[in-house]
């Protein structure tokens, strides 16, 4: 096993992070670091970069401290993953509320089979591990930035839109180091 993974996996058997930090690479503002305990983790960022005031679909990443709520998973190609966090399964119906004028904005919602909607259970791998940020929350306010999660990243780290993204290995050996009392800020 190299060293860089050695570590890794070493770090991420301890007791659950109280915080990591996510901040943008100079001079390349969708890309970034994840920063847990002695590690840093390369991640992708919103094509935006990150900005304080996030906008529904501006691509930015917002800027700020937030609570991981819980993780999403695919449990038709993965085991359960070791986390503390609260688990959920996706299911085929599952999707994610982005309309602003929809009274279930940034809510998880049931959405039907024939309607072309964002859906959790994506035919890539990216939301194979969601982990649901409390990004617009308390309160909700419609246009603010919706679907704000912690999920796989594409290749070569291409930008998302508005969400931090990680290789999908490293982030499910990342999850045993979360749990509810894990903040996430965003620099």
Known sequence: MPDGIGRFAQAM????????????????????????????????????????????????????????RRLWWRADRHPRPATRLPIR?????????????????????????????????????????IVELDHNTRPRVSGRGSAVFIHGARPGFAPTAGCVALKLDVLRRLLARLGPHTRIVIK
């Open 89 to 129: 399964r996706i299911d085929a119906n599952d999707g994610w509320c982005e309309n602003p004028a929809d009274r279930h904005y940034n809510q998880p919602v049931k959405v039907p089979t024939d309607a072309n909607a964002d859906r959790l259970a994506r035919a890539d791998n990216l939301y194979d591990f």
């Open 13 to 68: 058997r301890k007791k659950a992070l109280s915080q990591i930090t996510v901040r943008r690479k100079p001079g390349q503002p969708s890309q970034g670091w994840l920063i847990a305990g002695p590690l840093a983790l390369p991640v992708a960022l919103g094509r935006g970069g990150i900005k304080a005031n996030k906008r529904e679909g501006d691509g930015a990443t917002p800027r700020g401290r937030f609570r991981l």
